[in-house]
Structure formats: C-alpha cells, structure tokens
C-alpha cells in the first residue's frame, strides 16, 4: 500500500504542466440573449482544438444564445464535460427545454461521449427534465460517470422522466456491450418525494455501479428511503450516502441498516436530520459493528436518538480504524447521556472523534410515544397533504412565469452556519466554501502552528476536499493551505521537520512509535503536495526529505 502511495505521490510531484482542454466563462454574470451576445464564446470554441469541457455557470443564458453555443459544439466529438449550473438565472421557465434541447442535439451531432453533465441550481422544474431527456437516452450519455442536478426543482414528475431516461440509456448501452456505470448522483433540494425517490431507486438497482449518492432534503418518508435501501445494497461500491435531511423514522431507518451491510466499501454515512429514533439507530449500529471496515464518518446527528442508543453507536465504531468523525449532535441524550458518550469514546481512544455536543435536545420528553405514532400517522396521509403542496407550488409557478422570472428554489430549512473547527473535524468542500472569502485568515487563526503534527493533520483536512474540476473548490483549498503554511515556517518555533515527518506518518508512508493512524490517501492530499513544494515558503531541504521516500 505504501509504495502505491509513494508511487502515486512521486507521479503527482513530478507533474510541471496540466494541460487545459477546457474553456471556461464561470461567473462571470453575462446577460447572453441572442447570437450576437455570444459570438466571442462561439469564436472561441470554434477554434478550440480538442475542445473536452465548457464552463457556463453564473452566466444567463437565453434560447438563441443556447442555439448559437450549440451550433459551434456540433464538431467538437472529442467533449466530455457540461459544467451549466446556475445559468438560467431570470429566464422564463418555457426559455429553458428549447435552449437544453439545442445544446444536447448539438452534442449527439457531434458525436461526444459525456463523463460528467451538471446543471445543478437552474431550478427548471420537471419541464427542464424533459429538456435534456433524449441527451439522456442517446449514446452521448452511454459513458456518463457524473449526473448533477442539484437544486433544480424536478419535482416527483421530473424525478420519475429522469430516472425512466436512465433506465433507457442502460438498456441500450448493456445492448451495445457498454453499460452505463454512472458514479456520481447528485440531486439534493428537488422535492423528489416517495414516488420520485421510488423511480430512481429502479434505475440505480439496475446500475449498480454507484460510488455516490446525494439526495437530501427531498421530502422523503420512509416508503421512498425503503426503496433506495432495496437499491443501495446493488451498488456494493458505493462510498458515500448522503441522505441528509429526510424522514426515515424506526421503518425507513431499519431497512436502510439491512442495506449497510451490503457495503463494504462505504466511507462516509451522512443521515442527520432523518429522525432515526432510537430503534433506527441500533439498527445501523448493529450493520456498523458487524461490517463497514473503512468507515471513515457516520452523522446520526438530530434524530430523536437517546442516549442508549448512541452508545450503542459509539460501541459499534470501537473496531473503525479508518474513522474521522462520529456526529450524534442534536438528540436526546441529556447531560448524563452527553458525559457517557464522551467518557466510552475517551475510552477507547476516540475521543477526538467525536463531534460537537452542543445542540443536545436534553432528555426524551415522556410523551414521545405519542409523537411517534403521531408521525406515523401523519405518513400515512402523506399522499393527501403531498396533492396540496403541489398545487400550491403549481399556483406560484404560474405567478413567478407571469412575472417574466423564475425563483430560485430555497432549502426546505436553513443550514446551521458552519464554522472552523467543524469544518476541520468533518471537512467537506461545501463548509469550506460557506466559510466565506475570510477563510484562509480563520483557518490560520484556528490552528496552532507551534504543533508541527497539528499542522499537518490541519494541512490533509483542507486537502482532502480539493477538487481539480471546481475551480472555487480548488483556489478555495490552496489559499487556505497557503496562509497556514506559510505562517507556519515564517514562525521561528515551528519544526519543518516534524512537520515532514508527521506529515510522512499520517500518508502512511512511515510509520508512527506513537501508534497514530494514517488517514485514507486521496487525489487531493498529493496534488495539494504536489503545489506546495513549488512555494517559496516551503524549505528545499523539506523537498529533499520527501524526494528521499519517493526514491525509494
């Protein structure tokens, strides 16, 4: 394992060139309503070599505009990547098939081969959907790795046209010998519902290549997370499930722990606010304890869950070597049950695992179980109150399209403000993100730089959510490990070589008298190494330590 690592960290370093086949107009607010507005991006492409992935996010894009972009795609066979969220801002709803349907005709013409297709944030309903349903379907989409649609509004009607569509393209892909895997499924915020999340639990079985899955905040109940369970245990490479903020109650929760142990390759379980209850909880613990051997971080925070029950989760993690995170914030575990669960953690030297406590609800109230069969009951009538909302959301539609705009949809509750030290102990790119332009100043303030071993464990966090495709992600990691390491060696105290070594240590190049445990390598760890040995900050002779272990 180490000389994969060393191998793929000498690769990675020895890297001085990427080449860009990409061109990008990210953000940059245009207004682009007819051919004319867009005849320099037109020019561009036209003359782009190779052309593989085109960035139109933050701009506005309107039908003839879409049309002319098309045009100018329809010779570029060697494209992969649609990088189009956020570009429908103020457009009328009917504005957006026409322009979708365009830009996927144009990509069929030219016969691309797509890895990665994100039209997150357009909020375009179900009829955005059927924009982009024969792009779906055709062999462009046969070699898709990458669906995001976050943000879009679909709706139960966009969610069963999408998840028919992929069905589609894997039946007539699998006829040609070259099945669709699709890998990545993001669709948080689209009020998919049962029926919509009962739709794509059909077409990811089918699959069975997941390696991610985002679909929180969907307004799902236990019938519909039941049905993504059944679908999950198919795609034994899944990694990450986030289900964030949906409605599992005892039943959902029960059948999404049977799941669990399908998965031995999963490393981050994110079910917070999905009322889990008690029962839910021992359930999952039960699938935790008996498998999940790279459990890297469980979120069972804000679910109603007591402190029995999380101490049964905590005793389930005992054995996770790879663990980085346990979050039970938010249930009812009461001050006694808060200072249980601390002491069990400390206990088995996890104590630093174990994330904030500070949202506890206190004890269960005693009339719990009356909440329950309450909520049970108020399942059950889900259909009835669903028809309700929809026609309330139908009647704004139309009002928002008799404005001439198109509203945003906003999240179903508002997320708790994230902070430094939560983003440390459980980093994810988002949170680095919402830290907001001041972040590289915040992280250099949060962490101690006296401690060289704390340093470079603080470095690995913030590497470890970089991704190469986002841009904001990317300039947003290497700014923050900019500030931190560069006041770290300007600090006289500071050891540049216990910095290496811990650094060495936690990559699992050496190992460690202390016993500390390597974290799980990622891409972002070497290519965030990779641009620091190039700074000025940082030391030759440091270089020369690391050179020694790649020679090797």
């Known amino acids: 394992m180490a000389t994969d690592i060393v191998a793929q960290l000498a690769d990675s370093l020895a890297k001085t060139e990427v ?30 070599e190779g052309l593989q992935a085109l960035r139109l996010e933050g701009n506005t894009i309107g039908v003839e505009a879409a049309r002319a972009i098309a045009k100018a795609l329809e010779t570029k066979s060697e494209f992969k990547c649609c990088y189009w969220s956020d570009m429908f801002t103020g457009r009328l709803r009917c504005e957006i098939p026409p322009a979708l349907n365009s830009l996927g005709d144009a990509l069929m013409l030219a016969g691309a081969r797509l890895t990665v297709l994100d039209l997150s944030d357009n909020a375009f309903g179900p009829d ?30 966009g969610g069963k046209i999408l998840a028919t569509s992929l069905i589609q393209c894997y039946q007539k892909s699998s006829a040609e010998g070259a099945p669709l895997s699709l890998k990545v499924f993001v669709a948080g915020r689209n009020r998919l519902e049962n029926d919509g999340a009962t739709a794509l639990a059909q077409a990811f079985q089918l699959m069975g290549s997941l390696e991610e899955v985002h679909v929180p905040q969907n307004g799902i109940n236990h019938p519909g997370v ?3 369970a059944t679908a999950v245990k198919h795609n034994t490479g899944l990694r990450i499930l986030n289900l964030n903020d949906n409605t599992f109650t005892e039943k959902g929760a029960v059948a999404m722990a049977q799941a669990l142990t399908h998965l031995h390759s999963i490393q981050v379980i994110n079910f917070g606010d999905c009322l889990v209850r008690p029962e839910g909880a021992k359930a999952i613990a039960k699938s935790v304890a008996e498998g999940l051997p790279i459990l890297r971080e469980l979120n069972l925070s804000f679910g ?18 790879q663990l980085e995170k346990l979050d039970l914030n938010g249930n009812y575990l009461g001050e006694d049950g808060c200072k249980a669960l601390k002491d069990v953690m400390e206990d088995m030297n996890m104590g630093e695992l174990l994330g904030s406590l500070s949202d506890d609800e206190g004890g269960p109230d005693d009339d719990d179980d009356d909440d329950e069969e309450e909520d049970e009951d108020e399942e059950e009538d889900d259909e009835e109150v669903d028809e309700e909302e929809i026609e309330e959301e139908e009647e704004e539609e139309e009002e928002e399209e008799e404005n001439g705009s198109i509203k945003l949809s906003t999240p179903a509750s508002a997320s708790r403000p994230p902070d430094v ?37 603080a ?94």
């Open 19 to 48: 080449e860009e086949r990409e061109l990008s107009y990210k953000g940059q607010g245009r207004k682009l309503d007819d051919a004319q507005s867009v005849e320099e991006i037109v020019k561009e492409i036209k003359d782009f």
């Open 128 to 157: 955005g959907v059927k924009g982009i349903e024969n792009l779906l379907k055709s062999s462009t989409c046969y070699t898709l790795q990458e669906l995001r649609l976050n943000n879009c509004g679909m709706g139960i009607g």
């Open 226 to 228: 039941t049905a993504l």
């Open 304 to 321: 109603e869950i007591t402190a029995e029950a999380a101490l049964a989760v905590a005793h389930a993690v005992k054995s996770k070597g």
């Open 421 to 457: 030290s939560s983003f440390l102990i459980f980093p994810s790119p988002d949170k680095l993100l919402k830290l907001g332009p001041k972040r590289a100043l915040l992280i250099e303030q949060q962490v101690d730089v006296s401690d060289a071993a704390k340093t470079a464990e």
């Open 459 to 552: 470095f690995l966090k913030i590497a470890s959510v970089y991704k190469e495709e986002n841009n904001d992600v990317k300039n947003a990691v290497l700014d923050s490990i900019d500030a931190l390491l560069r006041k770290a060696f300007s600090t006289p105290s500071f050891q540049g070589f216990n910095f290496v070594s811990s650094l060495l240590v936690l990559l699992g190049l050496i190992k460690s008298e202390d016993k500390v445990r390597p974290m799980l390598v990622v891409p972002g760890h070497l290519l965030a190494l990779e641009h620091v040995v190039r700074q000025d900050y940082f030391p030759k002779e440091n270089v020369a330590v690391l050179q020694a272990f790649m020679s090797r």
